[in-house]
Structure formats: structure tokens, C-alpha cells
């Protein structure tokens, strides 16, 4: 069985969380601005992204690119604060979960009963010294256990489950040090026709000199095979129809702000501009389709839309009541 490409890369729900809001009260509610509900609209499109390339299980392991640190500082039309980048393959240095150097498989090769390419119980587990990177912005450690299961090890499926446990990037370099860590898990229900999928994650990072951040992504979403074609077990998806819908918490420090997730066109997925994503010449897997992220329980307040258009990175707009 081989493992390809797409990944957990651009999977951080903290990867544009830099909003660094001032209040005198450390435990006050998050008050969202327009400007700052863009910028977790820009969030949640990377999840989307990252969740519709996760469909498959050749697809939710593969690559695990490095994350790239940023500190902004305040300036006016700036959010300031930590960026946390997990940038697509091609464009910064990445590494491979299959690599023997790194990742250890519980069985090599992982035993796979109905020859679907779903491991039947399989466990990467990555450790240093095996997992330590050095570049020249710093160092990098990649440590934690991706879980993967097939729920019908005797019928050839693309159903799989598969779970993080924390899975952590550790890095220091000249900007800052730190950790972002993701655990929970996702699982893929299928038909000939269809994919049900279901997603559960809990991030947190903590970077020196800033307060502790985290967040909550919890959504579900089908996927619909484009009429005339179907799902085969083991190979890439077809074009097809993805609709998410669910609810994102972020935390800073003790301050909370709840997000509802929102399809209001569906997203329109292309096999070619998936592809093209690993090649490195598209940027995202839709050619169409907008979903909304608006604040939860703030009837007065608008909300952020997230269009797409030509596998173009996603568009997002705050759009008033």
C-alpha cells in the first residue's frame, strides 16, 4: 500500500489566529470586529480546504509540512499578533509521514485485509531525535500518533477513521518559540455515490510572550459524486458536490468567541484542481460555491463570506445585516 500526498498541511485552525485584542479583562468575551470575523473566515476556508482533501485515506496522510512563524506587530489595518503558517507543499520545505527516518509504523507494510489502501488498524507514531528539523529560521520537532482504521476491514471501502493524538509542532527560531498541538479525530462514512464525513478537532498552541491559543472545529459534511461518475476505494476522488456545516470556538487566553459555519452555495470540487494543488499550480479544490461564518448569537452583527472561484485561493468578505 502506498501512502500519497495531501495531509494534515494547512489543517491548523490557528493558522491566521493572530487577533491579540486588547481588554483590561482577561476573561471578558471576544468582541469581533468586521476586520477580525475576516480573518476567521480566512481560517475556516483553510479548513475547508484541508477537510475536502481529506476525503480519502491516501489523502489524510502524506506530507506534513513545516509551519511557518510570524509575528505582527500592531500597526494601523493591522491585527498584529502570532501567525502560524502551514504552507502548501512545494512552497516551503516539508516532510514526508512515510519517510522510515521519521514516522514509525506499527506494521510496515500495514495490513490491509480488503486491498482498499485503508490500513485495518494501523499507528504512525513520530519522536525525536528521529523528528527534529533544523532550517535557517530555527529548529522544528514533529511529535505525536496519527491513528488510522478501516470500520470494514473485510469490504473494500473508502470508509476509514482516523484520529490524532497530540500531534505537535514544536519550533524555535529568531521570532519566537512555541508548540501548536492538535488532537480529536475525523471519520468517512461511503457509498458507490457518496461520502458522509464527520470532523472533531482540538487545537492549541502557545508561543512566548502571547497568551495560551486554542480552538474547538466541529462540523459535518457529505460529498456527492459528480452525475455519471463514482467513488473507487483506493483511487482519487471524482468531481463531486461538498457541503460542511458546524461550529468553531476560538480561545485567547480566557476569552471566548463562538462561530457557526454556514453553506450557502455548494462547494464545487474539481479532481484536476485537486491534483493541481500537490503539483503546486492550484490552491484550492473548488471551482465554485460559498459558505458563510458568521458570530454565534450576535443577531446585530454580519458575517464573513467565503467564496470561491476557479480553484483560486478563497475570497472572504464581511458582509453587513
Known sequence: MTLSSNSVRRASALTFAAL?????????????????LEVIGLTMATELESGALQLTAQDAMGTVDAPQLSIRRPTPGNLGGVALNLQSAGRYPSF????????????????????????DNLSITFAVPACRFVGQDGSFELTGVIRVTDPLPGTAAA?????????????????????????????????????????????????????????DIDWSATFAAAQGSTITPGQPLPDGVYTPNGS???????RVAQFTITTVEPLQYSAECAAGIAAGTTWSPFTAGVVRVAVRNDGNMGFAEVTYLDCNEASVLYVSR
Open 96 to 119: 514526508q509521514v512515510v519517510d522510515p527516518e521519521c514516522g514509525v509504523f506499527s506494521q510496515n507494510p500495514p495490513t490491509d485485509t480488503d486491498a482498499d489502501q485503508v490500513p
Open 248 to 254: 468553531f470556538e476560538y480561545r485567547q487566553g480566557g
Open 20 to 36: 491579540s485584542l486588547a481588554c483590561s479583562d482577561a476573561t471578558a468575551p471576544l468582541a469581533i470586529s468586521p476586520e477580525q
Open 159 to 215: 470508509a476509514f477513521n482516523m484520529a490524532l493524538d497530540n500531534f505537535r509542532f514544536s519550533f524555535s527560531g529568531v521570532e519566537g518559540s512555541g508548540f501548536v498541538r492538535r488532537d480529536g479525530m475525523t471519520s468517512v462514512a461511503a457509498t458507490q455515490t457518496g461520502l458522509s464525513q464527520t470532523v472533531s478537532w482540538l487545537e492549541a498552541a502557545q508561543i512566548t510572550g502571547y497568551p495560551t491559543l486554542g480552538a
